[in-house]
């Protein structure tokens, strides 16, 4: 596992990209730094920047992180979500992105609820092109709303969509992903009689193409590469 804990970490870089990106990131859209494979050095410079919200991909990443870096930052889980993972990861992050499947969302809330906590959700669709990528397909995204399935839930807050857009040069085909998660989020933020309240985040966009997922209504963005360099996996 290369972690790099001991690489010299490049501070004036990464306050000199994030000043870059907050100026021409919109008001109102969310930046998600992703750290994922980044020491906890690289996040405390991006913290002195004043970044404060942060994207990790593993758990035992997060939680050996977490201890090190000041309290105010609000964590995102992004990765994907083993079950025998979720006890240890419930009550530690501010956002769980990357909810794909029903049984993962079952899972959490039974841990929230044991926890005394309430997690924050988002529900990650699947509309890229590659077999690998996890997510509800938009119709069984659809279904479980419209069946009002998340009804049962007791400690979670379901607050929106993640997607991420096929990985392509071609950009016809990404704004095609990107517009299709945004007609998904919408359809069930505008129905009116699902009763929902704070389903207002709509999570899309990378280093690669986050102008495009904010011209298509984005309002979380994640960024690691942009912001920290490459990652020494
Ligand atoms: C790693 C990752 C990102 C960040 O990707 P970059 O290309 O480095 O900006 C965003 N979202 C998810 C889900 C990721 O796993």
Known sequence: ??????????????????????????????????????PAQAVMAAYEAG????????????????????????WHFIGHLQTNKVRQLVGHCDVIESVDSERLL???????????????????????REETKFG???????????ERRFESLKATHICGVMGMASNT?????????FSRIAELYRTIREDASLGLRGFDLLSMGMSGDWPLAVDHGANVIRIGT???GERQY
């Open 1 to 38: 596992m290369a972690e790099n804990d001991n690489m010299a970490v490049d501070a004036a870089g990464i306050a000199s990209r994030l000043r870059e990106l907050d100026r021409q990131i919109p008001e109102g859209v969310r930046l998600v730094a992703v750290s994922k494979f980044h």
């Open 169 to 177: 040069d071609d950009r016809e085909r990404v704004a095609e992903d």
């Open 51 to 74: 970044q404060r919200c942060f994207g990790e991909s593993r758990v035992q990443e997060l939680l050996r992180k977490e201890p090190e870096l000041p309290g105010d930052i609000k």
């Open 136 to 146: 509800f397909y938009p119709e069984e995204l659809l279904e479980y709303f419209r």
């Open 226 to 228: 942009a912001i920290f």
């Open 106 to 128: 079952d899972l959490i809330d039974r841990e929230s609820e044991r926890a005394g906590v309430v997690s924050r959700v988002l529900m990650q669709v699947h509309v890229a």
